[in-house]
């Protein structure tokens, strides 16, 4: 299983999605860095003509800090997603599949040596993306973090590789039980409506709806992939500490934050998910 593991890995690193994730998140980082920057000399220039402006420094301080990890999000599960579709339903149709499982191999490892293959480029590559941005926010936004401690950043970066493995995993069933093209629509599916129930449960939060707030619990237990970006959120800005630092997080803050059991329910989730894409892999004719 490690050695299949291993493989997957190299031979994701190798695939040209993998290059053009790559560059778009260098790209990403730069357009980033750059607006940033211009945030920091505006604040410069109106400190210089009106003095101390901490609540809208604060303000919009958290919505770039925000911003920042919600793309960068995005750029990671998108690549989860591309890796986990393709990881069984491709190579079953190409034939490539036919070739592994004729070896001495259980189709239990099969599953979790693609699985831990892939999560292991992913988690790489999320922790990168997840250091540049707090290393940019730091230098040129360091208010926004002024309460981040090594406790509250290495739990943060957890959440933030969680994220895409979520994801990855419940591709990767989707990819055991359908086709490709299906099995991609299906899961972009899932995270658009990830993406739209933790927006409707903040909106509900803000505005006292229960109604709102109970139709996003209800989608976070479906993919609980939003939900654990907003625990990030009151993570890396230390929110226990500050609570209105919510009000200034805008869209991408947590005017509701989920608990800690949403954590260790994203981590059964994952579990399960992979589970499952066992249980239906080892019963499927190829």
């Not at 290059?19 to 920091?40: C, N, P, V």
């Not at 911003?67 to 989860?80: D, E, H, K, R, V």
């Not at 899961?187 to 509900?204: D, H, K, M, P, R």
């Not at 954590?263 to 004719?285: N, Q, R, S, T």
Request: charged share 10%; net charge positive; proline share 3%.
């Amino acid at each position: 299983m490690l050695i299949l593991a291993r493989l997957t890995f190299l031979e994701a690193a190798r695939k040209k999605v993998f290059l053009a994730a790559l560059l778009l998140s260098l790209l990403f980082l730069l357009l980033y860095a750059i607006g940033l920057d211009f945030a920091a000399r505006e604040f410069e220039r109106l400190q210089a003509l009106r003095g101390q402006q901490p609540v809208l420094r604060q303000i919009v301080g958290n919505q770039l800090l925000g911003a920042g990890l919600y793309f960068a999000s995005f750029l990671l599960t998108l690549l989860a997603m591309l890796a986990g579709v393709g990881a069984i339903a491709t190579e079953v149709e190409t034939g490539l599949l036919h070739a592994l499982v004729s070896k001495p191999l259980t189709r239990r490892a099969v599953i979790v040596g693609k699985f831990c293959g892939h999560a292991a480029m992913l988690a790489g590559f999320g922790l990168l993306l997840y250091g540049s941005i707090l290393l940019l926010n730091r230098f040129y936004n360091g208010k926004s973090l002024a309460l981040l401690d090594a406790g509250h950043g290495f739990y943060g970066a957890f959440l933030f590789v969680l994220q895409p493995l979520v994801l990855l995993a419940a591709a990767l069933l989707f990819s055991t039980l359908l086709r490709p093209l299906t099995a991609g629509i299906v899961t972009v599916l899932l995270y658009v409506l990830a993406s739209v129930g933790g927006f409707l449960e903040q909106i509900g939060s803000i505005v006292h709806k229960a109604a709102l707030v109970d139709i996003g619990i209800i989608v976070s237990l479906v993919i609980p992939i939003d939900a654990l970006f907003r625990k990030l959120m009151t993570v890396v800005t230390v929110q226990e500490a500050t609570p209105v630092v919510a009000l200034a997080q805008g869209p991408f803050g947590a005017a509701s934050p989920p608990s800690g059991a949403m954590v260790v329910y994203a981590m059964a989730y994952l579990i399960a998910a992979v589970g499952v894409a066992v249980h239906f892999f080892e019963k499927k004719d190829l």
